[in-house]
Structures are given as C-alpha cells and as structure tokens.
C-alpha cells in the first residue's frame, strides 16, 4: 500500500475506534495474514494493495469511541468501494462532510451510515462527487433538511435508503432520473407534496416505502409501469381518492401495505386482480361499501386486513378456500350475516381471526365449541344484549343444516312463552 494511503488509513482508524493501537499491532493492514477486523483489501492496477471495504460499528468489526465523528477523509482513499458505520456517532453531534479536495473519480460503490442517533445536518449536496455509488443507505439518523437534487443525478444507483430521519420538503421530481433504481426507501420522515408522476419512470423498482411521511394526493397514473414491483408501502400519509384502475397491471406486487391513509372511497376491486399478492393491509382508511368478490380469489394471500373502515354487508365466501391464509383481521366495520368459514379454517386461524364490533356478524353453532374466541357471538344467542348480534342469521351458509337456521326464531319464542306461563303460575299460587 502507498505510504500517502497507510497515513490516511491509520489517521481515519486512530479518530474512530480506541480498540487497539493500529498503527503498533497491524503496520502493514493488508499484508497477508496481519489483516484487521472490517477491512479488505484488493489489488489494483498499480499491483499494489489497497484498501476497498472498512466496516465499523458492528462485532467483530471495529467498535466506535464515544467521541467519534464523521471521518472525512474516507473519500480520499481512492480504491475504496464499500464503508459501513453502525451505531458510531451516539454521544457527539457530527455531520456529513467531504474534504476540500475531492477525487476526481471515486471507486466507492456503497456508503451505509445507519443507526447513528448524533448524525445530524443536511445531506451535502457534494455527495453527487460520488459517481460510482450503487447503494446509498442514510437510515436512523437525525439527518434534515430536503433531499438535495444532486442524489438524483447518481445514475448509477441501485438503492437509495434515507428511511428514519427528519427530512422535510417534497420529493424531487428528478426522481424519474434514477432509471436503475430497484430500491427506494424514505420513510418515516416528514416528507409533504403529492408522489411524484416521474415515479414511473422507475422501471426497474422492486421495493418502494414512503410510508409515514405527510403525502397528500392520490396514487399517481403510471404507477402500473413498474412492472417489476413486488413491495409498496403507502401507510400512515395523507393520501385520499381512487386507485389507478390499471393497478390491477402490478402482477409482480406481493406486499401491498397502505393502512392509515383518509381515502374514503370503495375497496378497489382491482387489487384482487394480482396473483402474487401475499399481504394487503387496509386498515383504518374509509373504505366503504361490500368486499369485493374478487380478494378471494387471492391465490398467495396470507395476511388481509380491513380493520376500521366502513364496510358492510356479507363477508364473501371463499376466503376459508384460499391455502395459506393465516391473518384475517375484519374487525370494526358494519359487517352482517353469517360468517361463512367452516369449523376448519376457524380453529387454523385461530387468535389471527378477528371479526369484532361487526353487531350484524354471528357464527354458526355448530362452530360454537370448536374454534376460539373470534370476537362474533353464536346465532341466534345474546339477543338482548346490546353488544352482540341481533336475531339473525340474516342468510344461511351453504354448509349449515337448514333445521339450523329456520328454527331459531320458534326457539326464541316457544322460550319466551315458557317464561310467561311460569311467571303466570308462580302468581297463582302465591
């Protein structure tokens, strides 16, 4: 290794970590056999070696002193591809910065700063010098401020995960740059403005989070250009109106999380539509009117929840049909009817069924010992109760025997004569 090189390498390991005496124990750090814990080093073109990964923060790797900061001069190593800082900068404020005289054609391919709790400042805009970068992970920090444009002219990346810190403003419409993106995560911040339309020109995107900023608007058009979409998530936003009817076109989406948003329009039924689809979550947006037919032919679905929203009528049959489902979560909606899953399904799901504060729902009774709790009274019981359901079933499930269900209003009433006569001949006799 260049001395120039040793120097830099000692004076960033001697600012960060108190774990041993570099420069004493390991003099020569990429001589074979006395290499140190977080570091690699490859031979370049000059038939030297050199420095190309340095890892901090995390065991066995090299642990960070109380009073370590940002070390500058990681961007002065010119064969460097890839450095990690976890859990470093806790104790002392610090920023991003880059040194003064920057290289003129930096290796680094991956920079990853996450859970760094005294990492604050805004993200410089100096940080488009980096030209080779392929993943960009900024994640559990304190970083402010807007997303600088110049992250957007780094054509090269791959993911870009600015997730957990306190970034405000909008998102760039220079998003659309980024045509090589297959992740993108920057949730948990306080992002505003509407989801840019350029989104679409993301083409190559598989994972994409904006969960819990203050997003308003509605899912832009275009959204059905990312084909190779497989997790979105939209939760806990201000996002309000109708879904793109081409939504139904994301057949590689698996995971579609939007819980939290005031959309206050009907369940779309295009989302039963997308055969991979093994998560939709739902809760606590408006929605209104019938659960479409069409989620239970979901053939991957594993977890649906449509808690607390404004749904009535019946719970569809089929869902106790679909294989791997193991979450269903209906609860606080104005649901009625029977509940049309067999005794089977009930005692699969388990403690992961829950139907509750639907008054209009009650369960068969011939499920009443079968399954546990479901948070649904039994047919036909409790009628005076105030908390449970009324004199239904309002329509018979197709497995239950017809005797079943035709007898419960001459039940409830030949009981009710029973206690009047006896009423009557306790009187008297007195």
């Not at 949730?187 to 995107?205: A, D, E, F, R, V």
């Not at 058009?221 to 190779?228: A, D, I, P």
């Not at 996002?239 to 819980?259: A, N, V």
């Not at 049959?317 to 209906?330: A, Q, T």
């Amino acid at each position: 290794m260049p001395p120039s090189e040793s120097e830099t390498l000692f004076t960033i390991m001697e600012s960060m970590s108190s774990d041993q005496q570099w420069r004493h124990s390991h003099p020569n750090p990429c001589a074979p056999g006395s290499s140190w814990p977080g570091i690699e080093c490859k031979t370049g073109p000059d038939h030297l070696p050199h420095v190309s990964r340095l890892d901090f923060g995390s065991a066995p790797n090299p642990s960070c002193k109380s009073s370590a900061s940002f070390p500058h001069l990681i961007f002065s190593l010119p064969f460097l591809q890839s450095i990690f800082f976890f859990n470093c900068f806790t104790h002392f404020p610090t920023t991003i910065i880059f040194p003064i005289k920057l290289l003129t054609n930096s290796s680094l391919q991956q920079l990853s700063l996450r859970s760094n709790p005294s990492l604050s400042g805004q993200i410089p805009p100096l940080i488009s010098s980096l030209t080779s970068l392929q993943i960009l992970t900024l994640s559990q920090n304190r970083l402010t401020g807007p997303i600088p444009q110049a992250i957007f002219s780094l054509k090269s990346l791959l993911h870009l995960d600015l997730s957990y810190n306190k970034l405000t403003g909008t998102i760039p419409l220079t998003l659309g740059n980024l045509n090589s993106l297959v992740g993108l995560d920057l949730s948990y911040n306080s992002l505003t403005g509407t989801i840019p339309p350029t989104i679409s020109q993301l083409g190559m995107l598989q994972k994409l989070d904006l969960s819990s900023n203050s997003l308003f608007g509605a899912i832009p058009q275009g959204l059905e250009k990312l084909r190779s979409l497989s997790f979105l998530a939209l939760s806990n936003n201000k996002l309000r109106g109708s879904f793109p009817k081409s939504i139904s076109k994301l057949q590689s989406l698996q995971y579609f999380i939007m819980d939290n948003n005031p959309m206050h329009v009907p369940l779309p039924v295009e989302l039963g539509f997308l055969p991979k689809l093994q998560e939709l979550q739902l809760e606590n947006s408006g929605y209104s009117g019938v659960i479409p037919q069409s989620y239970t032919r979901l053939v991957n679905l594993s977890s649906l929840s449509l808690a607390n929203n404004r749904l009535t009528g019946e719970i569809p049959s089929g869902f106790d049909s679909l294989p791997h489902v193991f979450h269903l979560n209906l609860s606080r909606n104005s649901l009625i009817g029977v509940v049309p899953f067999d005794s089977s399904f009930l005692r699969r799901l388990g403690k992961n069924l829950d139907l509750s504060e639907n008054r209009g729902l009650c369960l068969n009774p011939e499920d009443e010992f079968s399954v546990v709790k479901t948070g649904v009274d039994v047919c036909g019981k409790n009628v005076s109760s105030t908390s449970g359901p009324s004199t239904h079933p309002l329509k018979k499930r197709s497995r239950a025997s017809p005797s079943l269900c035709c007898c419960y209003g001459s039940c409830f009433l030949s009981s009710v004569l029973f206690q009047v006569a006896l009423f009557l001949g306790l009187r008297h006799h007195r």
